[in-house]
Every structure is written in structure tokens, then in C-alpha cells.
């Protein structure tokens, strides 16, 4: 993916790429799922390489390895990780992403276009969607006579890496002096980072709110301005920081800071961007936003000592 496909910071764009699983069904027939990621992930599409196995498998999704110039990349079949079957094709194709700081490569049956629109065409997945998709998607596009799903392809590596499973990293909660007068608003689309942050910050001492896109955070900052300018108050006297991810339906963390940063009585609110996409073009999309610090998921280490510097220089003010 080159620069340009790194849509205006200000317009909540993206592009999404759109795939197919062919699914063979238990009476034979066969059924096409649709599905999409979104192009700041993909490095490039090829056709299914020679793989090689992989001893001692944990996981039946995982192919194997493969040699892509001289770096070897772990494969997995998508279609097994979701618990479908896929028809087996010779022009089948692999996605080859990077995210999480991790290059991986995901086979599908086929990739037939790139979607560009904004956020809010993205639906959150309702609680039924949710629950029979493992919690697996994180976002449901209608287009034309089809719907895509866009899977959480976060999760899904972190189901096979123990390193990128957040729910298994050691934060430090230590009380912090003084955290009870700090206000935190989270936003991620991820309902299970979501409790871990809201878990391990309350432990910390700090209130803590919690939303999961970008659009609820902005509706929630908003009216909390109205609340700060009818008690005459400053709105950060009410909320003192947001941590808000990127890729979020209906509004992402670019177009939030963004709004932040524009809005009167919000430009001195601190933002923490806290991403898989923190590669080196889309941090200069975060610092041209105007957010104050970023870091790249897994790190929550690294997210929780931002948060205390960032709360001991305003204690310290």
C-alpha cells in the first residue's frame, strides 16, 4: 500500500477491501461469504505460494510458513479459523498484512474489489452477530445486495500468539496518588480490550468511561461540553484524557482527534491513540490530527506509562 492510499486525516475515510471464503456446505452446495479488511493493513495480494508445515501445530487453521523475498511468513486458512470449509481452488489467494507490529498472510478463495467510503457506512455487529461469530467481527458493511463482515483480524492472530494477547499481558495497576480526580474516556470496538482498560485502570484509581466507537466518544465528549458550559466549567475539568483506537465503526480515531482538536473547548483535551495501525505513515496522520502520544497494540506496558506521565504532568501543574 503506498501513501496514497492514506485518505484525507479530516474526512473519516478508508478503503476496504473486499474477499470471498467459498463455504462448502454440509449437503454439498456451496455458499459465498463476503468479507473485508481494511487496505492500511495489506501489504499485497498473491496467489496460494508452497507451504511449508509446520511441526507441532497447535492449531489446525494454520497452514504453515512460506517464503515471500527472503522473509518467512506464517500462513493460516481463514476459512478453518472461522470453523468453515472452504473449497479447495488453484486460483485461490493470500492476503499478505501487517498490523500489531506482525507481517501475516491469511488465505481466501478470491479478492474482487476496493471499497472507498467513510466510517459511518461501517455498522457496529448487534450482540447476535457478536455472539455467533465468536466475537470475531468488528464491523458489518452493506453494499449494493450483500453484506461484508470485517473481521477482527487482531483477535485472530492473538488467538494463535500468546504475545499479542492482550488479555494475558502484565499491566502495572499500582495505585496512583491523586487518580480518583481523573477522568478517562476509552474508546476501542474491541469489547474485550475494552474491560481489560477499564479493569486495570480502575484499579489504578482513575474513573474510567468506556465506548466503543469513535462516533459514541464524540457524542459523549459533546455532551459533556454542553454539561461544562452550563456549569460554567472547563470540559477538562470533567474528562482529562482519551484513549481511542483507530479503526472503529462509524468514526474512527483519526476523525475524532481530529473533531477534538477543532472544537472549541476541546482543544486542550490530551489523546492517546492506541492502534494495530501504528505503522510509519499512519503515525504522521496521527501526529497531523494532532493527538499527543501513540502507541501500537499489544503494548499495554507502554499505553499505561503514558497514561501516568500524562497524569503526573497535569497533578505536577
Given at each position: 500500500?503506498?501513501?496514497?492510499?492514506?485518505?484525507?486525516?479530516?474526512?473519516?475515510?478508508?478503503?476496504?477491501?473486499?474477499?470471498?471464503?467459498?463455504?462448502?456446505?454440509?449437503?454439498?452446495?456451496?455458499?459465498?461469504?463476503?468479507?473485508?479488511?481494511?487496505?492500511?493493513?495489506?501489504?499485497?495480494?498473491?496467489?496460494?505460494?508452497?507451504?511449508?508445515?509446520?511441526?507441532?501445530?497447535?492449531?489446525?487453521?494454520?497452514?504453515?510458513?512460506?517464503?515471500?523475498?527472503?522473509?518467512?511468513?506464517?500462513?493460516?486458512?481463514?476459512?478453518?479459523?472461522?470453523?468453515?470449509?472452504?473449497?479447495?481452488?488453484?486460483?485461490?489467494?493470500?492476503?499478505?498484512?501487517?498490523?500489531?507490529?506482525?507481517?501475516?498472510?491469511?488465505?481466501?478463495?478470491?479478492?474482487?474489489?476496493?471499497?472507498?467510503?467513510?466510517?459511518?457506512?461501517?455498522?457496529?455487529?448487534n450482540r447476535y452477530v457478536q455472539a455467533y461469530?465468536?466475537?470475531?467481527?468488528?464491523?458489518?458493511?452493506?453494499?449494493?445486495?450483500?453484506?461484508?463482515?470485517?473481521?477482527?483480524?487482531?483477535?485472530?492472530?492473538?488467538?494463535?500468539?500468546?504475545?499479542?494477547?492482550?488479555?494475558?499481558?502484565?499491566?502495572?495497576?499500582?495505585?496512583?496518588?491523586?487518580?480518583?480526580?481523573?477522568?478517562?474516556?476509552?474508546?476501542?470496538?474491541?469489547?474485550?480490550?475494552?474491560?481489560?482498560?477499564?479493569?486495570?485502570?480502575?484499579?489504578?484509581?482513575?474513573?474510567?468511561?468506556?465506548?466503543?466507537?469513535?462516533?459514541?466518544?464524540?457524542?459523549?465528549?459533546?455532551?459533556?461540553?454542553?454539561?461544562?458550559?452550563?456549569?460554567?466549567?472547563?470540559?477538562?475539568?470533567?474528562?482529562?484524557?482519551?484513549?481511542?483506537?483507530?479503526?472503529?465503526?462509524?468514526?474512527?480515531?483519526?476523525?475524532?482527534?481530529?473533531?477534538?482538536?477543532?472544537?472549541?473547548?476541546?482543544?486542550?483535551?490530551?489523546?492517546?491513540?492506541?492502534?494495530?495501525?501504528?505503522?510509519?505513515?499512519?503515525?504522521?496522520?496521527?501526529?497531523?490530527?494532532?493527538?499527543?502520544?501513540?502507541?501500537?497494540?499489544?503494548?499495554?506496558?507502554?499505553?499505561?506509562?503514558?497514561?501516568?506521565?500524562?497524569?503526573?504532568?497535569?497533578?505536577?501543574?
Open positions: 500500500m503506498t501513501q496514497n492510499s492514506l485518505l484525507n486525516v479530516n474526512n473519516n475515510e478508508l478503503e476496504i477491501i473486499e474477499f470471498l471464503i467459498e463455504e462448502k456446505q454440509p449437503d454439498g452446495s456451496a455458499y459465498s461469504g463476503h468479507y473485508g479488511i481494511n487496505v492500511a493493513k495489506v501489504l499485497e495480494i498473491i496467489r496460494l505460494p508452497s507451504v511449508t508445515s509446520v511441526p507441532s501445530k497447535h492449531d489446525s487453521s494454520v497452514l504453515g510458513t512460506f517464503n515471500l523475498r527472503g522473509k518467512v511468513l506464517p500462513i493460516l486458512n481463514l476459512a478453518a479459523w472461522l470453523g468453515k470449509e472452504m473449497a479447495s481452488d488453484e486460483n485461490n489467494k493470500v492476503i499478505v498484512t501487517e498490523f500489531s507490529g506482525v507481517q501475516a498472510a491469511f488465505l481466501v478463495s478470491s479478492v474482487t474489489s476496493i471499497h472507498r467510503m467513510t466510517w459511518d457506512r461501517i455498522e457496529p455487529p461469530s465468536r466475537e470475531s467481527i468488528t464491523g458489518v458493511l452493506r453494499i449494493q445486495d450483500r453484506v461484508l463482515f470485517i473481521l477482527d483480524m487482531e483477535k485472530i492472530l492473538a488467538s494463535l500468539d500468546s504475545t499479542l494477547d492482550m488479555s494475558q499481558v502484565e499491566v502495572d495497576t499500582t495505585p496512583v496518588e491523586g487518580a480518583g480526580q481523573f477522568h478517562l474516556l476509552v474508546a476501542d470496538d474491541s469489547s474485550s480490550l475494552r474491560h481489560i482498560l477499564k479493569s486495570s485502570l480502575e484499579k489504578s484509581g482513575f474513573q474510567v468511561t468506556v465506548v466503543g466507537s469513535g462516533r459514541e466518544a464524540w457524542d459523549y465528549l459533546s455532551e459533556l461540553r454542553n454539561d461544562a458550559q452550563s456549569k460554567q466549567v472547563e470540559l477538562t475539568e470533567l474528562v482529562h484524557l482519551v484513549i481511542s483506537d483507530i479503526e472503529m465503526p462509524e468514526m474512527d480515531g483519526h476523525a475524532l482527534t481530529a473533531k477534538i482538536r477543532e472544537t472549541p473547548g476541546m482543544q486542550q483535551l490530551p489523546v492517546i491513540l492506541f492502534s494495530s495501525l501504528i505503522t510509519e505513515a499512519l503515525h504522521a496522520r496521527g501526529v497531523k490530527v494532532g493527538a499527543d502520544r501513540q502507541v501500537s497494540k499489544p503494548d499495554l506496558p507502554g499505553l499505561n506509562k503514558i497514561i501516568r506521565e500524562l497524569i503526573a504532568e497535569k497533578l505536577h501543574k
